[in-house]
């Protein structure tokens, strides 16, 4: 059973960066679709970015300019880095898996709310 | 980007409807179309992708439809853990983008 668990602080300062981590359990990171997604309370889903072939990415263009996505194989997780964060940033950030280039997402992590606030 | 714009934005049903929800997309997306349903503190689920496939494990009463620019997702007898908020989202085009949701509530 694949799992994937979020990890990374909860409370951010305006204009600092965003970092978190997902852990993947029970399947190779190597493969698939690694996708960062936010919510920000109360609303819709943003697709972030996504990972695939263990380094080819994909980034919404709206982020682009202060989002990362990397991945470090021999822990099987992947990361995000978002800088220069204001509190519209405040979201909870889920990473899930997509199995093909059909983008669909079986296996989400929990979600982490991060708050960005001084 | 490509927008999807989901109808109705919320709706009340009773257990045993029969229940209906449209996505459009602002172009053409051919089938890369997924139908995800959220219930309060929890991630999203995937229900249907490519269209009208059913993923794994999920109940045959939820079945999706369309090409192109419309698709549906029909529920066709609504379940007590089927009240939730429901999400299509396009993967034909990056940026990937969701619909604003369709609440679906008790009546």
């Known amino acids: 059973q694949v799992q994937l668990q979020e990890s990374g602080p909860g409370l951010v300062k305006p204009s600092e960066t965003l970092s978190l981590t997902c852990s993947v359990s029970?399947?190779?990171?190597?493969?698939?679709?690694w996708n960062w997604i936010r919510q920000p309370p109360g609303k819709g889903l943003e697709w972030i970015g996504y990972?695939?072939?263990?380094?080819?990415?994909k980034y919404n263009p709206s982020l682009k300019s202060r989002v990362t996505i990397s991945v470090d194989t021999s822990k099987n997780q992947f990361s995000l880095k978002l800088t220069s964060v204001t509190a519209a940033d405040t979201a909870v950030y889920y990473c899930?898996?997509?199995?093909?280039?059909?983008?669909?997402?079986?296996?989400w992590g929990q979600g982490t709310l991060v708050t960005v606030s001084s | 980007d490509i927008q999807m714009t989901q109808s109705p934005s919320s709706l009340s049903a009773s257990v045993g409807d029969r229940v209906t929800i449209t996505c459009r997309a602002s172009?053409?997306?051919?089938?890369?179309l997924n139908w995800y349903h959220q219930k309060p503190g929890k991630a999203p689920q995937l229900l249907i992708y490519?269209?009208?496939s059913l993923q794994s494990g999920v109940p045959s009463r939820f079945s999706g439809s369309g090409s192109g620019t419309d698709f549906t997702l029909t529920i066709s007898s609504l379940q007590p853990e089927d009240f939730a908020t429901y999400y299509c989202?396009?993967?034909?085009?990056?940026?990937?983008?969701f619909g604003q949701g369709t609440k679906v509530e008790i009546k």
């Open positions: 899930a898996r997509a199995v093909t280039i059909f983008g669909e997402a079986d296996y």
């Open positions: 029970g399947g190779s990171i190597s493969s698939y679709y």
């Open positions: 990972m695939y072939n263990s380094g080819s990415i």
């Open positions: 172009q053409s997306i051919s089938r890369y």
């Open positions: 490519a269209a009208s």
């Open positions: 989202q396009q993967s034909y085009s990056i940026p990937q983008t």
